[in-house]
């Protein structure tokens, strides 16, 4: 935990009270004492410090102080086809952690149509998962997280619409593509979103469906990758052709 994440019904008059696992890792991790500064956060707001007040058994009260602005939200948004509930739960702290505006978990011909009454699509369970993310990263802004199980009238009726503020379009796909590096025009300073699919792929009308949208499809090389390393290794990639300058 680099950062202590605070939502902001949790303060009054700029003083908070944890007794959770947040006031868990400060007494026994960081082993702070009153007079201690602490970085903490807003949940998505800005970033500050808090000071250390009293510690009180299971208690740690905090003085907060957070007035910059809310970071910007990160450039990539992530299309993935529901994987297995034990791979999300990895994925959902993983992409969090690398950085993601946006997270549309799709239905798609080769996902397990049960995968979507899995108890780990309730927000409340998967909103911890993201917060763990953001607290590795040392960031405020949780990934807005939608789930879609129908394909068709998501890729005809809602995706044209939900990514008009994406000009770059990326599907991950086996096959004789061209690698990711290949697929982006350098250097990439545009919004981002890029489509994984199951295991075994996308169908083609899959595919045809994302092509007729403008994304470009590449793919990762001869491995084949679990998704749950396919997603921080693309999102990794991403990130780094980002900071590339020409």
Known sequence: MNIILIDSSEID????????????????????????????????GPMGSSRVISISGQSVELETCHNGPPPQRPATDLLLALPRPIM???????????????????????????YFSASLLREDNFYPLLLHGLEQAVDTMVPEVTIHPRFKPFAEDLLPRLI??????????????????????????????????????????E????????????????????????????????????????
């Open 13 to 44: 008059n700029n003083r908070v009270i944890l007794r959770d696992r947040r006031g868990g890792h400060i007494r026994n991790v960081l082993g702070a004492a009153p007079g201690d500064t602490l970085r903490t956060g807003i949940i998505n």
């Open 164 to 205: 008009s503020d994406c000009p770059v379009r990326l599907a991950a796909h086996p096959g004789p593509f061209p690698s990711l590096p290949e697929s982006v025009r350098l250097p990439l300073t545009e919004r981002t979103i890029i489509a994984i699919g199951p295991e075994g792929g996308w169908v083609d009308y």
């Open 88 to 114: 999300l739960k990895r994925i959902f702290s993983q992409a969090a952690t690398v950085g993601v505006g946006r997270i549309f978990l799709i239905n798609a011909a080769r996902v397990e149509k049960s």
């Open 207 to 246: 595919i045809e469906k994302f092509q007729s949208l403008d994304f470009r499809v590449f793919a990762m090389g001869s491995r084949i990758l679990r998704v749950d390393t396919a997603v921080p290794a693309l999102l990794a990639q991403l990130d780094l052709l980002r900071r590339i300058t020409l």
